[in-house]
């Protein structure tokens, strides 16, 4: 493991605690390869019979980090790119997976929650999607599961203009289970977690099988994952990213339509 990802193994619930909160838990290189070897070990580990996801500070995680997808649209992406076997290894994980999610969840942190099986948010919990802010596309298989989960209309809204969507509109969408007061949170989570790896694993396991289809999961990962990198490396994405650096708005007005 790494500082940024802690891991815990207590009643069979392996807690993964995204831990970079002076960068809002950006997700670097490293932190999807570690968080992909707990999540593909514990499919197998007999011990783990429920993953918890969850996150210090006041924002479960901004998602990649820009600066890593900074470097990727100039060509210095790194040999391997962890986020897909991060990604594959949500979409076949066999043990139930919980999420407790404070603050925002951008990007990838909100399109994880596609393949958690149990999402508890903080009230304060903000759920943001801004891949055509940034001149990309969803990934996460989130272009199949959100309009699946929420309808085309408001899918295509959560990705094409980005704006937050609150806990309770998260809730009531179907997105996730349940909000609790942030001081909750972490209790609620590990409550929740603890209870599902009380039920026999078996069970479970070829329930979550029979729930979801992990082949085609991992077909329109493959799909998103070529026309992302196709996007990084776009004028559009290179003027959005420096704008963040920059801390401006970006200006697309000057870029022909594509
Ligand atoms: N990648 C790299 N660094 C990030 C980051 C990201 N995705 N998100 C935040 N940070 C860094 C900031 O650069 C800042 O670093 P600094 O203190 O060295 O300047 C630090 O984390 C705190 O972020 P800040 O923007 O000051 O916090 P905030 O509370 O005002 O805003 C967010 C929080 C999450 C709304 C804002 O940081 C943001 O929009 N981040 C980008 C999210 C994003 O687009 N992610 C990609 C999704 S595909």
Redesign the pocket.
């Known amino acids: 493991m790494i500082p940024e990802i802690q891991a815990g193994l207590e009643r069979g619930v392996l807690t993964l605690t995204i831990s970079r909160a ?3 838990n ?2 670097t290189n490293d932190m999807y390869g570690a968080l992909a070897d707990a999540i593909e070990n514990a499919s197998t580990d007999a011990s783990v019979r429920v993953v918890l996801i969850q996150a210090d500070g ?2 479960f ?9 900074a470097a990727q649209a100039t060509g210095n992406a790194p040999k391997e790119r962890h986020v897909v076997r991060f990604l594959h290894s949500l979409a076949n994980a066999t043990v139930p997976i919980v999420a407790a999610v404070q603050g ?1 969840a ?4 909100t399109t994880m929650l596609l393949h958690c099986d149990y999402v508890v948010l903080a009230d304060d919990a903000q759920l ?4 055509v ?2 001149a ?1 596309v969803p ?1 996460a298989a989130s272009s199949y599961l959100l309009p699946l989960r929420i309808g085309h209309a408001r899918a295509f809204e959560m990705f094409s203009l980005g704006d937050p969507l609150p806990a309770d509109t998260a809730v009531a969408w179907g997105i996730a289970n349940r909000t609790v007061p942030g001081d909750q949170l972490r209790a609620e989570g590990r409550r929740i977690a603890e209870k599902i790896a009380t039920k026999p694993s078996g069970s479970l396991t070829a329930m979550k099988r029979l729930m979801r289809e992990a082949e085609k999961l991992v077909a329109q990962m493959d799909a998103e994952s070529s026309t992302f990198v196709e996007r990084l490396r776009s004028a559009e994405a290179k003027e959005a990213f420096a704008a ?2 920059q ?1 401006r708005q970006p200006d697309f007005s000057r870029i022909a339509k594509q």
């Open positions: 002076d960068k809002k950006a997700l006041d924002s995680t901004a998602g990649n980090d820009i600066g890593e997808f925002k951008v990007g990838v942190g943001i999607t801004p891949f802010n940034l990309l990934e963040f650096v801390k």
